[in-house]
């Protein structure tokens, strides 16, 4: 059973960088047909798609958030990770790691973190 | 990017009541539709994938339909673990898109 858990600072200041950290257990995230996704949900609101990273390191993301985000994995420790620059309280949201399945032309996200709350605030 | 409309944005059922939820699509999307189900503080679960493909585990009631940019979810008896708020994802091109949610009560 595949496991995600996300971690790092819940409260981060204006125009700093939000960093977090999600650690896959039941599964290498450098094997198998699936990319690894960072997806956001601010408070009472629908879900944000942010990006992904593929099991070859390739990366994908919002072209609204693109200037700003950045996905990278280690595999030696089998996380990904997401930095987040500049940010402001638009940022704050809870932020969901997840595992997206790829076959035959379809993808899903099949296994989610619990998601980790983070507030821009000063 | 693809917009993805969900409708209606809330609906009052009973234990037992059909359910239809509907997501438009603002281009052909083919059948790259996901559904999920998401409970309060929670993250949201996988339904359906591929339009129509129940995930493993989930019952039977709930079923998906639809090609191009109209797309169903349908669960055929409400129960009471299924109030929640439903959304739909769209995976044919980037960014991923999502609807703004339907929420079952």
């Known amino acids: 059973q595949v496991q995600l858990q996300e971690s790092g600072p819940g409260l981060v200041k204006p125009s700093q960088t939000l960093s977090l950290t999600c650690t896959v257990s039941?599964?290498?995230?450098?094997?198998?047909?699936?990319?690894w996704s960072w997806i956001r949900q601010p408070a009472g609101k629908g879900l944000e798609w942010i990006g992904r990273i593929y099991t070859s390191g390739s990366t994908n993301y919002n072209p609204s958030l693109k200037s700003r985000v950045s996905i990278s994995a280690d595999t030696s420790k089998n996380q990904f990770s997401l930095k987040l620059n500049s940010v402001t309280a638009a940022d704050t949201a809870v932020y969901y790691c997840a595992r997206v399945g790829y076959s035959s032309g379809w993808y899903e996200v099949d296994y989610w973190g619990q998601g980790t709350l983070v507030t821009v605030s000063s | 990017d693809i917009q993805m409309t969900q409708s209606p944005s809330s609906l009052s059922a009973s234990v037992g009541d059909r359910v239809t939820i509907t997501c438009r699509a603002s281009?052909?999307?083919?059948?790259?539709l996901n559904w999920y189900q998401q409970k309060p503080r929670k993250a949201p679960k996988l339904l359906i994938y591929a339009a129509s493909t129940l995930q493993s585990g989930v019952p039977s009631r709930f079923s998906g339909s639809g090609f191009g940019t109209d797309f169903t979810l349908t669960i055929s008896s409400l129960q009471p673990e299924d109030f929640a708020t439903y959304y739909c994802?769209?995976?044919?091109?980037?960014?991923?898109?999502f609807g703004l949610g339907t929420k079952v009560e």
């Open positions: 039941g599964g290498s995230i450098s094997s198998g047909n699936y990319y």
């Open positions: 281009q052909s999307i083919r059948t790259n």
């Open positions: 994802q769209q995976t044919y091109s980037i960014p991923w898109t």
